[in-house]
């Protein structure tokens, strides 16, 4: 079963043909077997997550209404709340906080009869793109256990493509669902800023953060984000706009579509192999009626910057109320009994990681007096003109498409010593973040060594559907929609 999608899944489960708490229990016997050497999951609670399954079960056997995801799993990231369940966004300064309430995204999940399965691993706070940044050590990737899973999102993203989830949320900053989606073959998709709430996802840089579904295919993350989409009064930034069914999306046709290929995104340093799948992608598209015109984003180059800028002034602000008073770590240090502030500096300093130290120290810099105008502001100044940019390019075309990362997985260690190489994983994946627009990752042919490669597509704002449609056309012709991670097809086998 864990081969099928979430939407196979859900009808099996309507039917009678197979119980939620047998899926529920071949996921969790999935992850007993593989995720040793994967380390995606933090925790799973299997007692909690069979007792939903069984009252889906139980729901059914009464003959009541069935949820859209009866009795799916779905992998939660560490930083989205769910009542109960130790949360800690991978970071130590949260070490056994149990939140006393569900995220929304979480309430929506429940209300659809989904399964909460577990937490995923992830880079703390959101910070990193290759997992490395975890507390609990890097989760490994799937197709090559030497390599990086990506991130933030790591963890979500691995236990979709090794079968231990249909489908997972993650959160994505400048990147974190998309780019761990393309480096581990699966569907990933970030919506339009508001379109999801974000009450209940542990902040990292609000005006940038979103939530979003990884899936196996096109259509289970279409049908994860109709659920989770919606407005919620308790996020003073979700759109008041009804939600919508994107599953019916991916069934349009495409002719006459227009796509956009921004040249900027086919440069200097895009991996070779990666750049032909790419291209290979679109081409199928044309030949599926799609027209393919080149746009031009005169931005892009200054986007890393940008958000480097804007993301650490936000976390840095957004990370101060982890202080040792409310939740969490509190520092033993005897000095610290007695100052308030060397409580609060001693806590800070025993709890986060290097790369969440550094982007609060960049982020405290760029906010400090003298340097406010000079950094923050021009930084938002050139966010309105990358947003710019995608209006301009949408006024011609109806989707843009390029490389979702400029190469396929890196080994873990790689880049790990050099914050600047890391950054530069995000660079196809940020502008579209700092627009606002939805994007999503697809896998395309992979590169020779067997490396998953990810089609980036973005759309308007609120035209999801659009993108879908262009997705699940591409996903159809993708010689990639098939292709199983080794050490999942083997643990299926055992």
Not at 15 to 25: C, F, L, R
Not at 182 to 188: A, M, Q, Y
Not at 201 to 229: E, K, T, W
Request: glycine share 8%.
């Amino acid at each position: 079963m864990l081969d099928s999608s979430v939407t196979a899944i859900a009808a099996k489960v309507r039917a009678g043909e197979v119980s939620a708490e047998s899926v529920t229990a071949a996921a969790i016997a999935q992850i007993a077997a593989i995720d040793g050497r994967l380390n995606a999951f933090l925790h799973v609670p299997e007692q909690s997550a069979l007792a939903q399954a069984r009252a889906v079960d139980a729901k059914r056997a009464r003959g009541e209404a069935m949820g859209p995801l009866a009795g799916v799993p779905v992998a939660i990231k560490d930083a989205i709340c769910v009542r109960g369940v130790v949360t800690t966004a991978a970071s130590k300064i949260l070490a056994g906080y149990e939140p006393a309430y569900d995220a929304t995204v979480i309430e929506r999940l429940r209300a659809a009869d989904a399964v909460i399965l577990g937490k995923t691993n992830m880079d703390e706070f959101a910070m990193g793109s290759s997992s490395e940044n975890s507390a609990f050590g890097p989760t490994r990737n799937p197709w090559d256990v030497t390599r990086t899973p990506g991130g933030s999102s790591s963890g979500s993203a691995a236990a979709v493509a090794a079968r231990m989830a249909p489908c997972s949320l993650g959160s994505d900053t400048g990147g974190s669902i998309r780019q761990p989606a393309c480096l581990t073959g699966t569907v990933g998709l970030k919506p339009t800023y508001g379109r999801v709430s974000r009450y209940g996802l542990i902040a990292f840089a609000s005006s940038l953060d979103q939530i979003g579904p990884f899936a196996g295919d096109v259509r289970g993350a279409a049908r994860v984000l109709s659920v989770l989409s919606g407005h919620d009064p308790r996020d003073a930034t979700s759109l008041d706009v009804p939600p919508e069914d994107f599953e019916v999306a991916c069934g349009r046709s495409v002719r006459g579509l227009r796509i956009g290929v921004p040249g900027e995104y086919f440069a200097e340093g895009l991996d070779p192999e990666v750049a032909e799948s790419v291209r290979a992608a679109i081409r199928e598209l044309e030949a599926e009626g799609c027209v393919v015109k080149p746009v031009t984003m005169p931005h892009t180059l200054f986007a890393v910057a940008t958000y480097y800028v804007l993301a650490t002034a936000e976390a840095s602000s957004n990370l101060a109320r982890f202080d040792g008073v409310r939740f969490g770590l509190r520092t033993t240090d005897p000095a610290a009994a007695r100052d308030l502030r060397v409580m609060y500096g001693k806590t800070r300093d025993a709890g986060f990681g290097a790369e969440v130290k550094r982007r609060i120290l960049l982020g405290t810099f760029v906010l400090s007096a003298g340097y406010y105008d000079a950094y923050y502001i021009k930084a938002q100044k050139v966010r309105s003109l990358i947003r710019r940019d995608f209006d301009r390019a949408f006024e011609s075309v109806d989707v843009i498409c390029s490389p979702a990362s400029p190469t396929a997985a890196f080994r873990l260690g790689e880049k790990i010593d050099d914050p600047l190489a890391m950054y530069l994983n995000d660079i196809y994946t940020l502008p579209a973040s700092l627009a606002g627009v939805p994007a999503m990752s697809v896998p395309c042919a992979p590169t020779r060594a067997g490396l998953p490669v990810g089609l980036h597509i973005a759309a308007r704002a609120m035209d999801e559907a659009t993108m879908l449609a262009v997705a699940a056309a591409w996903e159809a012709r993708s010689p990639a929609r098939s292709l199983v991670p080794p050490l999942a097809a083997a643990a299926g086998k055992a």
